[in-house]
């Protein structure tokens, strides 16, 4: 029954509304889904109704982690519901939880339009929002009117993109004040901090051990109890990269989400022409291999120590399923969903159930990991 509403739904988002959608500008688009997201969310029957057509859950599914239960392991990624306005549709779209933000102290409106680029050939998109969000009072006011309290929302923190916070001090006291408005206000179930947006007044600072370093101790004065996790950047080298895991070691950190847009311009996955002046960071396919290796060797390399968010082109229940195996205990995507449809998420979840059978697991837990034991 599934299969075949879904069918339906992504035949017709396909061929009849992302050819329309895709005649827009991206933003008009993400601010159009926003807005339908938002009106959906707020009636007992359209939830109701989001959910019949849309949302797949299945027991081996569930997962606890760190003490958060989790329906299923599909979750939105930061930066498509920046200020908290689709949290109460997103459980009945069939996410397993969502990540808002990222979330600054102080607002941004964002850097100049245009800040997306669709890269059709490439499925991905140039993302360069520059940390756009109405600030963590606005945003935390939001979250605590959330009507599901079961559906676990992380927050991802970042650094107010202003050239006031461009230094380091200035810097790790902005992400400082915004965490401690999270925590004052018990707002949300886990944090992200979010050291690697790359489109941002300075560029990404923390990305170094000594600076990543001074940032942690200094959040870790905050004695926060909930779980932390980084989000951290793929265009780093495997060296560079576990200088950065080996410094999350020495402090509370429970995960890491691998990981952020690829910077790289050059990168063989991309097959539009990009003209020069599209400026930021790019998602989907051309973030796919990056995020997979570097999920590999962190779990090679840490095992249990990290739970790890797999995050970067997951298109498909399969690309879901080969994050899981080289390691990664829960997903996040965007751009998937934006070009093969909403129902992607119960597509997902419905594939994972059939390829576990097939693999002889009872639960998702049984598989992360798997394909680099072998
Ligand atoms: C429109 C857009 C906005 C984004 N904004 C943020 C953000 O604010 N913070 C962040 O950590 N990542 C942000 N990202 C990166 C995503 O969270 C994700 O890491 C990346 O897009 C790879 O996943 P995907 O291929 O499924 O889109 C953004 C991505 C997109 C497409």
Redesign the pocket.
């Known amino acids: 029954m599934h299969m075949y509403k879904s069918s339906i739904i992504s035949v017709t988002y396909k061929h009849l509304v992302k050819p329309i959608l895709f005649r827009f500008d991206p933003e008009t688009v ?1 601010d159009l889904f926003l807005q339908v997201g938002k009106i959906l969310g707020r009636f007992s029957i359209t939830k109701s109704l989001t959910r019949l057509l849309f949302s797949y859950q299945h027991p081996s599914l569930e997962q606890t982690i760190h003490g958060i239960p989790f329906k299923n392991p599909v979750g939105l ?4 519901d ?1 200020d908290a306005q689709l949290i109460n549709i997103l459980p009945h779209i069939g996410f397993g939880f969502a990540e808002i ?2 979330v600054t102290y102080k607002p941004y409106e964002g850097n100049p339009k245009p800040r ?1 680029y669709r890269l059709i050939q490439t499925k991905g ?1 140039i ?1 360069n ?1 520059g ?1 756009k969000n109405l600030g963590v009072k606005k945003i935390i006011q939001r979250i605590q009117k959330q009507k599901d309290p079961e559906f676990p929302l992380s927050v ?1 923190v ?1 650094k107010t993109n202003s050239s006031a916070t461009s230094s380091t001090r200035n810097g790790i006291n902005d992400y400082y004040n915004c965490l401690k408005e999270l925590v004052k206000s018990n707002t949300g179930n886990f944090y992200t901090i ?1 050291i ?2 790359p489109n941002t007044f300075g560029g990404e600072p923390f990305t170094t051990e000594e600076r990543l370093k001074k940032l942690l101790f200094k959040l870790n004065s905050l004695k926060i109890s909930m779980p932390i996790f980084l ?1 951290m950047p793929i265009n780093l080298p495997w060296k560079e990269f576990k200088k950065l895991l080996d410094i999350a070691m020495q402090f509370k950190i429970s995960g890491v989400i691998i ?3 690829n910077k790289d311009h050059h990168s063989k996955a991309i097959k539009d022409l990009i003209p020069l002046d599209i400026k930021g960071g790019i ?2 396919k051309p ?1 796919w291999e990056l995020s997979n290796n570097l999920i590999s060797k962190t779990f090679q390399t840490y095992g249990n120590r990290f739970i790890i968010i797999g ?4 298109f498909s229940a399969e690309d879901a399923y080969e994050k899981i195996k080289r390691g990664a205990s829960l997903l ?5 969903m934006i070009f093969e449809g909403p129902q992607l998420i119960g597509d997902i979840n419905k594939g994972l159930v059939e390829l576990l059978n097939k693999d002889g697991y009872t639960n998702i837990s049984q598989a992360v990991g798997t394909y680099n034991i072998k």
């Not at 995050?311 to 997951?314: H, P």
């Not at 996040?332 to 998937?336: C, E, N, V």
């Open positions: 993400h990624a930061a930066g498509f920046k933000g990222t997306l998109i993302v929002y940390l991802s970042g979010n690697s947006c989000k990981g952020n847009l998602s989907g973030t995050v970067g082109g997951i996040q995507l965007i751009t998937g």
